[in-house]
C-alpha cells in the first residue's frame, strides 16, 4: 500500500533534476544522481526530502562531485506506507543501504541531517568499505538521554500522541508546514521559497504518516524499541576513524550546539568543527550554499587537492 | 454542547461508517490505552463492538479498536463518523469534533497530560480549532 498517487516527478526552479528511482528492501525510493566523481550522499530527516538540499548539488557536482540525493522512504517522491509498522529504525537504515549498494558506491561522503543521521551513520557504520568522510548536520546518535526539547509534554510528546500526531500531523500537516517555519532563521524567505514545496509533497493525511512515526523512535527511556540501535550507533561511533566535519545551526535550540556537537566531539575527537551558521534546525535552508562550499572544502582538504 | 458523550445505542439505521483517522500505535504511551480499555470496559467487550461518542456537532462517531497478535489489545484505533448515508462530510465540523475528541482523551489520561497543553500546542502550530480553546 503507498499514498504517493501519482507524484513521480517535481517541477520547480531550483529543482531542475532528473529523478530516478530504484526498488529497495520491498519500496520504491526516489533519489537524484548528479554530477561526476567520488559520491557525496546528501540525507534529509523529518519532514523534509531531497528539495531541502537544493542549493548544495551545483557547487558540490561543480567541484567535481558525483551528488546522491535520496528521499527516505515515506517522504519526498519515494513510496510512502500508509501503515506506522512499516517504518522502523533498522528498516530504514536497510532501505539507504540497498540504493547505495545498487549503486555501488565507493569512496563515499554521508552528509546526514536530523533522522538521517542515525540512518546514514547506521550505513556508514556497517559498510565502513564504501565509505570515506562523514558530515554531521544537527543530529544525534546515542541512546539516551535526548535534548531536554524531547522530554516536554508541551509541545514535543503532545505534538505526536496518540491520536494527537495522525490528527495534527496528519490532518493538518503541522510539522511540515508551520514546525518547519519554526525552524528556520530568515521565515520570511522560508515562507515564500520553500513551505509550500514541503507542504504540496506530502498532499494528503495518509501520505504524513512519517511525520509523526520518526517522533516516536526518539528513545525517551529504557524500554524504548531504537534504544539497542542507538546504544550501537554509539559503540561504532566511537571507533571510527573517518575524518569528520561538524556543521552546525548558530540558532539551533532543539539539537543545540553546545549539547549535540560537543557531545560529536567527545565520540570523535578527530573531527573538524563545530563550524557554526546561520540556522537553526533546518540550517540548510538558511546557509545552504555556504554549508556546500564548507563541505568542498573539507574534501578538498582529505584529498590534497 | 463542547465535549464527548459515550453513547450505548446509536441509531444506525440509515447511517455509514465514515473513515476519519487512525491510530496504529495506541499504547506509544500506554496511558493512553489503559484510557480507551477503562473507559469502554475493553478487558470485558474487547473486539464485541465499537465505542460510540457524541461530538459536540451531534455526530456520533464509532471508535474501532484494532488488536495485534503479541501486542496489547488496543493496539489501534479508528475513527469513523456516522453521518446519514448519503450525505459528505463537512470538514471543519468534523475538525472540531476530533479536537473535542482530543481534549476529552487527554482530560481521561490525566497525570502529566494536560488539556491545557494540548490547545496550546493547537495554538502553536496554528490550528483554527484550537485558536479559541
Same mark, same amino acid.
Given at each position: 500500500?503507498?499514498?504517493?498517487?501519482a507524484?513521480?516527478?517535481?517541477?520547480?526552479?531550483?529543482?531542475?533534476?532528473?529523478?530516478k528511482?530504484?526498488?529497495?528492501?520491498?519500496?520504491?525510493?526516489?533519489?537524484?544522481?548528479?554530477?561526476?566523481?567520488? #559520491?557525496?550522499?546528501?540525507?534529509?530527516?523529518?519532514?523534509? *526530502?531531497g528539495?531541502?538540499?537544493?542549493?548544495?548539488?551545483?557547487?558540490?557536482?561543480?567541484?567535481?562531485?558525483?551528488?546522491?540525493?535520496p528521499?527516505?522512504?515515506?517522504?519526498?517522491?519515494?513510496?510512502?506506507p500508509?501503515?506506522?509498522q512499516?517504518?522502523?529504525?533498522d528498516?530504514?537504515?536497510a532501505?539507504?543501504? !540497498?540504493?547505495?549498494?545498487?549503486?555501488?558506491?565507493?569512496?563515499?561522503?554521508?552528509?546526514?541531517?536530523?533522522?538521517?543521521?542515525?540512518? !546514514?551513520?547506521?550505513?556508514?557504520?556497517?559498510?565502513?568499505?564504501?565509505?570515506?568522510?562523514?558530515?554531521?548536520?544537527?543530529?544525534?546518535?546515542?541512546?539516551?538521554p #535526548?535534548?531536554?526539547?524531547?522530554?516536554?509534554?508541551?509541545?514535543?510528546?503532545?505534538?505526536?500522541?496518540?491520536?494527537?500526531?495522525?490528527?495534527?500531523?496528519?490532518?493538518?500537516?503541522?510539522?511540515?508546514?508551520r514546525?518547519?517555519?519554526?525552524?528556520?532563521?530568515?521565515?520570511?524567505?522560508?515562507r515564500?521559497?520553500?513551505?509550500?514545496?514541503?507542504?504540496?509533497?506530502?498532499?494528503? #493525511?495518509?501520505?504524513?504518516?512519517?511525520? *509523526?512515526?520518526?517522533?516516536?523512535?526518539?528513545?525517551?527511556?529504557?524500554?524504548a524499541?531504537?534504544l539497542?540501535?542507538?546504544?550501537?550507533?554509539?559503540?561504532?561511533?566511537?571507533?571510527?576513524?573517518?575524518?569528520?566535519?561538524?556543521?552546525?545551526?548558530?540558532e539551533?535550540?532543539?539539537?543545540?550546539?553546545?549539547?549535540?556537537?560537543?557531545r560529536?566531539?567527545?565520540?570523535?575527537?578527530?573531527?573538524? !568543527?563545530?563550524?557554526?551558521?546561520?540556522?537553526?534546525?533546518f540550517?540548510?535552508?538558511?546557509?545552504?550554499e555556504?554549508?556546500?562550499?564548507?563541505?568542498?572544502?573539507?574534501?578538498?582538504?582529505?584529498?590534497?587537492? | 454542547?463542547?465535549?464527548?458523550?459515550?453513547?450505548?445505542?446509536?441509531?444506525?439505521?440509515?447511517?455509514?461508517?465514515?473513515?476519519?483517522?487512525?491510530?496504529?500505535?495506541?499504547?506509544?504511551y500506554?496511558?493512553?490505552?489503559?484510557?480507551?480499555?477503562?473507559?469502554?470496559?475493553?478487558?470485558?467487550?474487547?473486539?464485541?463492538? #465499537?465505542?460510540?461518542?457524541?461530538?459536540?456537532?451531534?455526530?456520533v462517531?464509532?471508535?474501532?479498536?484494532?488488536?495485534?497478535?503479541?501486542?496489547p489489545?488496543?493496539?489501534?484505533?479508528?475513527?469513523y463518523?456516522?453521518?446519514?448515508?448519503?450525505?459528505?462530510?463537512?470538514?471543519?465540523?468534523?475538525?472540531?469534533?476530533?479536537?473535542?475528541?482530543?481534549?476529552?482523551?487527554?482530560a481521561?489520561v490525566?497525570?502529566?497530560?494536560?488539556?491545557e497543553?494540548?490547545d496550546?500546542?493547537?495554538?502553536?502550530?496554528?490550528?483554527?480549532?484550537?485558536?479559541?480553546?
Amino acid at each position: 500500500m503507498d499514498a504517493s498517487g501519482a507524484a513521480l516527478r517535481f517541477t520547480h526552479e531550483e529543482w531542475p533534476y532528473e529523478p530516478k528511482f530504484k526498488q529497495v528492501n520491498g519500496w520504491r525510493m526516489h533519489y537524484v544522481d548528479e554530477g561526476i566523481g567520488d #559520491p557525496v550522499v546528501l540525507l534529509h530527516g523529518n519532514p523534509a *526530502w531531497g528539495f531541502l538540499y537544493r542549493k548544495f548539488i551545483k557547487p558540490l557536482t561543480a567541484a567535481g562531485r558525483r551528488v546522491i540525493v535520496p528521499d527516505m522512504i515515506g517522504f519526498g517522491l519515494s513510496e510512502k506506507p500508509v501503515r506506522e509498522q512499516a517504518h522502523t529504525l533498522d528498516g530504514h537504515i536497510a532501505n539507504l543501504t !540497498g540504493l547505495l549498494r545498487q549503486l555501488d558506491v565507493r569512496n563515499t561522503t554521508i552528509v546526514c541531517h536530523d533522522w538521517g543521521g542515525p540512518t !546514514g551513520l547506521g550505513f556508514a557504520l556497517s559498510n565502513p568499505d564504501r565509505v570515506r568522510a562523514l558530515i554531521i548536520m544537527s543530529t544525534w546518535a546515542w541512546p539516551l538521554p #535526548p535534548a531536554e526539547f524531547h522530554k516536554r509534554i508541551f509541545p514535543w510528546r503532545m505534538m505526536h500522541a496518540p491520536l494527537v500526531g495522525p490528527c495534527l500531523l496528519g490532518r493538518h500537516n503541522a510539522l511540515a508546514g508551520r514546525g518547519m517555519y519554526l525552524s528556520v532563521v530568515d521565515r520570511k524567505k522560508f515562507r515564500a521559497e520553500a513551505q509550500s514545496v514541503y507542504e504540496n509533497i506530502l498532499p494528503d #493525511p495518509a501520505s504524513r504518516l512519517l511525520t *509523526w512515526t520518526w517522533p516516536r523512535w526518539i528513545p525517551l527511556d529504557e524500554s524504548a524499541r531504537g534504544l539497542a540501535r542507538f546504544e550501537w550507533l554509539e559503540r561504532e561511533l566511537r571507533k571510527s576513524k573517518l575524518p569528520t566535519l561538524l556543521v552546525w545551526g548558530r540558532e539551533d535550540e532543539v539539537f543545540d550546539h553546545k549539547t549535540f556537537a560537543t557531545r560529536f566531539k567527545e565520540l570523535l575527537p578527530h573531527a573538524e !568543527g563545530p563550524e557554526l551558521v546561520t540556522g537553526r534546525h533546518f540550517l540548510q535552508e538558511d546557509s545552504g550554499e555556504e554549508i556546500a562550499g564548507k563541505i568542498n572544502g573539507f574534501l578538498d582538504r582529505i584529498e590534497g587537492r | 454542547m463542547t465535549t464527548i458523550h459515550v453513547i450505548e445505542n446509536p441509531t444506525l439505521e440509515g447511517k455509514r461508517r465514515a473513515f476519519v483517522l487512525a491510530e496504529d500505535r495506541v499504547g506509544h504511551y500506554p496511558e493512553f490505552r489503559e484510557f480507551f480499555v477503562k473507559r469502554f470496559s475493553l478487558d470485558a467487550n474487547a473486539l464485541s463492538r #465499537p465505542g460510540y461518542v457524541l461530538a459536540p456537532s451531534g455526530m456520533v462517531y464509532a471508535l474501532v479498536f484494532i488488536g495485534r497478535s503479541g501486542e496489547p489489545f488496543p493496539d489501534g484505533i479508528e475513527v469513523y463518523a456516522l453521518p446519514d448515508a448519503l450525505e459528505p462530510l463537512n470538514d471543519p465540523e468534523i475538525d472540531a469534533d476530533l479536537w473535542a475528541l482530543l481534549r476529552w482523551m487527554i482530560a481521561g489520561v490525566g497525570g502529566a497530560w494536560r488539556v491545557e497543553d494540548l490547545d496550546a500546542t493547537g495554538r502553536l502550530y496554528q490550528l483554527s480549532v484550537a485558536a479559541g480553546a
